[in-house]
């Protein structure tokens, strides 16, 4: 039996659509994530993310290179494959004119659960995913946001070895998305394989054991948080409190050439890539001859590291 959950080689996928010009959506990849393991794989808007998971749930076929399931290939053995495997997809349908429930029954005898233990979950799930009081609306008649936690309230009626979720919290309440997090930790404690993408960088940071950053169907970064910060040493997180926001403050900061800058009220919040001794020296010559009510210096965050490895230098 192979020792990792996903291993994908020289993966390459072109998109051939009539009058348009083809779109390499993956450049040649390669990467494995071992078992119970939760891979987050992160890139901007049309980075490849969508493409790679669907190349791995037998759903797209690759152009070139190879993708494997806990050793089984997708292009050889999609039946074997999707045996093993659940998906929330970005589009994933639920059944709009089934009942909550009969959706979630419904997925599950699909995936092969006798009857009454079909039951026994969908209950349980209903209960987990705070849905009880919506199991017999019909999903059509569901806002977006509960439409999105039957999508992902499926796959917890399963226990297959390997989860795909693609932006599973988006449309989620702040709430609920915890306590999914939770489930999905707890999971993965039990040696699911859990490969999710996401643009909410702070959910990866607490979520995942593993990080690839991709950006144009190519990897740019890869490691845990630990090694991605390092990566990006150099990159500074500063945040100035002014008693009154001095008029040229903009001005002065956009000389400084931040990665990001934000203003608010009086805090100025900017990342910079610099020297550890040249940040606190920029920092003094925008407080100096200035009321500052707090001044604040850390190093980079997982969107620092991002914004830097992926942006149009
Ligand atoms: N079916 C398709 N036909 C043609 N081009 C496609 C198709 N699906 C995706 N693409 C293109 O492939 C590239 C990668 O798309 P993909 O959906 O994998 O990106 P993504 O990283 O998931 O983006 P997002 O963060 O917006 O979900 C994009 O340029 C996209 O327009
Ligand atoms: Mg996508």
């Not at 994908?8 to 390499?24: A, G, I, W």
């Not at 399963?158 to 999914?180: C, N, Q, W, Y």
């Not at 800058?261 to 100025?268: A, D, E, L």
């Amino acid at each position: 039996m192979s020792e990792a959950a996903l291993e994908v080689e020289n993966l390459v996928k072109v998109y051939h659509s009539r009058r348009q010009p083809p779109v390499r959506a993956v450049d040649g990849m390669s990467f494995s994530v071992a078992r119970g393991t939760i891979f987050g794989l992160l890139g901007p808007n049309g980075a490849g993310k969508t493409t790679i998971l669907k190349a791995l749930t037998t759903l797209n076929r690759p152009t070139a290179g190879r993708a494997r399931v806990l050793g089984f290939d997708v292009v050889a053995q999609p039946l074997e494959v999707r045996r093993r495997i659940s998906v929330v997809l970005q589009e994933t349908a639920i059944e709009q004119f089934l009942s909550v429930r009969d959706n979630l029954l419904t997925f599950a005898r699909f995936h092969g659960l006798d009857s009454a233990l079909a039951r026994r979950r969908t209950e349980e799930v209903l209960e987990r995913f705070h849905l009880a009081p919506e199991a017999d609306r019909k999903a059509i008649d569901l806002s977006g946001g509960y439409r999105r936690r039957v999508q992902v309230a499926k796959v917890f009626m399963v226990t297959t070895p390997v989860l795909f979720l693609d932006e599973f919290s988006t449309g989620m309440d702040p709430i609920l998305k915890r306590a999914v997090m939770g489930y999905l930790r707890e999971e993965a404690r039990q040696g699911r394989t859990i490969m999710l993408t996401t643009q909410i960088l702070s959910e990866a940071e607490e979520l995942c054991d593993d990080i690839l950053i991709m950006n144009k169907g190519r990897q740019v970064a890869r490691g845990d948080l630990h090694a991605l910060k390092l990566l990006s040493e150099g990159v500074y997180e500063v945040a100035i409190t002014f008693e009154r926001l001095p008029e040229t403050i903009e001005a002065e900061i956009a000389r400084l050439a931040p990665l990001r800058m934000k203003i608010n009220q009086n805090t100025v919040e900017l990342t910079l890539k610099a020297e550890e001794g040249r940040v606190l020296e920029l920092v003094s010559e925008l407080a100096r001859n200035r009321r500052v009510l707090r001044v604040e210096v850390s190093g980079a965050s997982l969107e620092d590291i991002f914004v830097e490895l992926t942006q149009e230098k």
